[in-house]
């Protein structure tokens, strides 16, 4: 089945250190997002790209970057990670024509 | 920017009994209305949604109404089951892409 898939699912790293969040699909959607989920405070836009060519900031990008490598890459990079950057993330895709987003397994993140 | 409540943020129901979750937006520009369900340690499911040209839709035990004038839509699930245990997100669809701004959640138990 089309799906979209993260890697790592769970990291543990140290404040100051690089780290880099993985995610694919093979739904062949040309829309992708990563959002950060904390408790109490819902799904908070990051990074959005329509197509390979574009990169658009969301509500909270402020330390983080994004790549979007081919249509079914999107990467999420912390260039020097935070505690307060701790979180559940997502990434999800929709396709041009719909705004149905579909969302991967995500990514649990704990920055010590 | 798009600016989405939702009420309650917890809600415990007997089996059996309904369940109504309701979230108000701000941006009268905004024309689509998804529920995500998130069961524990999972991703968010799309379950229903809605757009702004249709006032009502169901599916099965669930349905979701809108309100335009008023700028607020609801969940309703009737005959509630323990598997409808989870937390739910609704979202309203932001500006001429595909950026969805997320409600905080609401977490609906279902006791036996």
């Known amino acids: 089945d089309a799906d979209v898939t993260q890697t790592p699912r769970n990291r543990i790293t140290k404040t100051g250190k690089r780290i880099m969040l993985e995610c694919s699909q093979t739904?062949?959607?040309?829309?992708m997002y990563w959002y950060r989920q904390d408790p109490g405070l819902g799904l908070r836009l990051i990074y959005y790209?329509?197509?390979?060519?574009?990169?658009n900031k969301g509500e909270i990008s402020d330390g983080y970057s994004v790549s979007r490598q081919a249509q079914a890459k999107f990467s999420l990079s912390l260039e020097s990670a935070i505690p307060n950057q701790t979180a559940l993330y997502f990434c999800a895709t929709s396709d041009s024509g719909g705004a149905r987003q579909f969302f991967g397994p995500g990514t649990r993140l704990t920055v010590l | 920017g798009e600016n989405v409540e939702q009420h309650p943020s917890t809600l415990s129901v007997q089996e059996g009994d309904s369940a109504v979750i309701k979230c108000t937006y701000s941006?009268?520009?905004?024309?689509?209305f998804p529920w995500y369900k998130q069961e524990l340690g999972k991703r968010p499911q799309l379950i229903i949604d809605i757009r702004s040209n249709v006032g009502e839709k169901k599916d099965q035990r669930i349905a979701v109404t809108l309100n335009k004038t008023a700028k607020h839509f609801s969940l309703h699930i009737t005959e509630t089951q323990p598997e409808d245990s989870a937390v739910y997100f609704c979202a309203a669809k932001t500006g001429g892409g595909n950026k969805l701004t997320f409600g905080t959640g609401t977490q609906l138990k279902v006791e036996l």
């Open positions: 739904k062949g959607h040309d829309r």
């Open positions: 790209s329509f197509d390979v060519k574009d990169i």
């Open positions: 941006d009268s520009a905004s024309n689509y």
